[in-house]
């Protein structure tokens, strides 16, 4: 079965860049942006509102759907599409993100990492190979290379081993994976075929690090690139120097996937520095903490200024909430603890990150996305922080 994960470059304005990727489930126009759905659900979102704002792919996590359900469990229900019931393109992390940062007791050694299960302490090993078999029987559209994810701060020396473990692991996911393509064996089941596969720059904060595992990643030939190990803790422009340094050195094209990144300024800047995809918790988690993103800056929802505003909660946003109810009532519903504000405040914050998307792909089409960044840039500043 040939492969049919391709990416199209459409148009480019600067270093900003216009394109579209199909997958086996469906084609996504970039720059994108995926929102995350842990456990095979956006949080406190249904499926049909995570579309209705504009959603054309989202995220699962590996670590949490192979502990619990399982990835074995979820093959026999035909794979994670059928098993969620989204019929849109589907990316899964690796899990490596996971088990550095929300296991216990790790032992990382070259074979790969092993670890305790945060839910009931049980110990797995994952491997690079491990992690591209339980992927498969997640049959998602983009599978994620397994990477040794650095803490931070680290020395240069620590950056250094890290990366060259995760260029000798990102090759050993490769050929995994082009074992899975030519003969599956039958203990991994292969729920979609055509799966494409990505590789993840690491490298900490050192710039030289950055181009010789861009350098070393590419050379396994993956059918995307991700950025991964920012917004660690770094300063801002550090962070966006690495992102124009790095983009600079992937191949054109192939897209380019910034992992955990960010806030509505952060996508902005890092697409006009060459990134294609984004994936964070933010519109989501922030929701669920009554934080809200809107085209005159953040909103505190439980600030005592909403308490009688009857005005919506942004004023050009066309989301269900918007149209539908005040932020005097966001309010006394976040206030009151009922699970409805965090549905509410989700289909808002996802509305607003994809609207933002929208907007930064027609600007960049029409040539005029350096306009739209200082505009951008200038009314999301307006109300920030407010608290
Ligand atoms: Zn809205």
Same mark, same amino acid.
């Given at each position: 079965?040939?492969?049919?994960?391709?990416?199209?470059?459409?148009?480019?304005?600067?270093?900003?860049?216009?394109?579209?990727?199909?997958?086996?489930?469906?084609?996504?126009?970039?720059?994108?942006?995926?929102?995350?759905?842990?456990?095979?659900?956006?949080?406190?979102?249904?499926?049909?509102?995570?579309?209705?704002?504009?959603?054309?792919?989202?995220?699962?996590?590996?670590?949490?759907?192979?502990?619990?359900?399982? #990835?074995?469990?979820?093959?026999?229900?035909?794979?994670?599409?059928?098993?969620?019931?989204?019929?849109?393109?589907?990316?899964? #992390?690796?899990?490596?993100?996971?088990?550095?940062?929300?296991?216990?007791?790790?032992?990382?050694?070259?074979?790969?990492?092993?670890?305790?299960?945060?839910?009931?302490?049980?110990?797995?090993?994952?491997? +690079?190979?491990?992690?591209?078999?339980?992927?498969?029987?997640?049959?998602?559209?983009?599978?994620?290379?397994?990477?040794?994810?650095?803490?931070?701060?680290?020395?240069?020396?620590?950056?250094?081993?890290?990366?060259?473990? =995760?260029?000798?692991?990102?090759?050993?996911?490769?050929?995994?994976?082009?074992?899975?393509?030519?003969?599956? +064996? +039958?203990?991994?089941?292969?729920?979609?075929?055509?799966?494409?596969?990505?590789?993840?720059?690491?490298?900490?904060?050192?710039?030289?690090?950055?181009?010789?595992?861009?350098?070393?990643?590419?050379?396994?030939?993956?059918?995307?690139?991700?950025?991964?190990?920012?917004?660690?803790?770094?300063?801002?422009?550090?962070?966006?120097?690495?992102?124009?340094?790095?983009?600079?050195?992937?191949?054109?094209?192939?897209?380019?996937?910034?992992?955990?990144?960010?806030?509505?300024?952060?996508?902005?800047?890092?697409?006009?520095?060459?990134? #294609?995809?984004?994936?964070?918790?933010?519109?989501?988690?922030?929701?669920?903490?009554?934080?809200?993103?809107?085209?005159?800056?953040?909103?505190?929802?439980?600030?005592?200024?909403?308490?009688?505003?009857?005005?919506?909660?942004?004023?050009?946003?066309?989301?269900?909430?918007?149209?539908?109810?005040?932020?005097?009532?966001?309010?006394?519903?976040?206030?009151?603890?009922?699970?409805?504000?965090?549905?509410?405040?989700?289909?808002?914050?996802?509305?607003?990150?994809?609207?933002?998307?929208?907007?930064?792909?027609?600007?960049?089409?029409?040539?005029?996305?350096?306009?739209?960044?200082?505009?951008?840039?200038? =009314?999301?500043?307006?109300?920030?922080?407010?608290?």
């Amino acid at each position: 079965m040939g492969r049919t994960f391709r990416f199209t470059l459409r148009a480019t304005d600067g270093t900003a860049r216009r394109g579209e990727f199909e997958t086996p489930h469906g084609v996504v126009q970039t720059p994108a942006f995926m929102p995350v759905g842990t456990q095979g659900a956006v949080k406190a979102a249904l499926h049909s509102d995570v579309a209705a704002a504009g959603a054309a792919i989202i995220l699962g996590n590996t670590y949490h759907l192979f502990l619990r359900p399982g #990835d074995e469990l979820i093959a026999r229900r035909g794979g994670l599409h059928r098993f969620i019931g989204w019929d849109g393109p589907l990316l899964t #992390d690796s899990g490596g993100f996971q088990v550095f940062s929300l296991a216990a007791h790790r032992v990382i050694t070259e074979q790969g990492a092993e670890f305790q299960s945060h839910l009931d302490g049980s110990r797995h090993q994952f491997t +690079p190979e491990r992690t591209v078999d339980i992927q498969a029987r997640l049959g998602s559209d983009i599978a994620m290379a397994f990477d040794e994810c650095l803490a931070f701060p680290a020395t240069r020396q620590a950056a250094a081993a890290s990366m060259q473990r =995760s260029v000798r692991w990102a090759a050993r996911c490769r050929a995994r994976l082009e074992v899975l393509r030519a003969a599956p +064996p +039958p203990d991994v089941t292969v729920s979609n075929p055509r799966q494409a596969q990505f590789g993840i720059v690491q490298g900490g904060v050192f710039l030289d690090l950055r181009r010789e595992s861009a350098d070393a990643t590419v050379a396994s030939g993956f059918d995307g690139y991700a950025i991964g190990g920012l917004s660690v803790g770094e300063p801002i422009d550090v962070m966006y120097t690495i992102v124009a340094e790095t983009a600079g050195r992937l191949p054109r094209d192939r897209p380019r996937y910034l992992m955990g990144v960010g806030t509505p300024e952060d996508l902005v800047e890092c697409v006009a520095r060459g990134i #294609d995809m984004f994936d964070c918790v933010m519109p989501t988690r922030n929701a669920r903490n009554g934080q809200l993103f809107t085209s005159q800056g953040r909103i505190n929802i439980k600030n005592a200024r909403y308490a009688e505003d009857d005005g919506p909660l942004d004023p050009i946003c066309s989301c269900y909430t918007c149209r539908r109810h005040s932020r005097a009532y966001l309010r006394h519903l976040y206030l009151a603890g009922e699970m409805t504000a965090g549905a509410l405040n989700t289909l808002h914050n996802l509305t607003f990150y994809l609207d933002t998307m929208g907007r930064i792909r027609e600007a960049i089409q029409l040539g005029t996305f350096d306009s739209f960044r200082q505009e951008f840039l200038r =009314s999301v500043s307006r109300l920030s922080h407010d608290s």
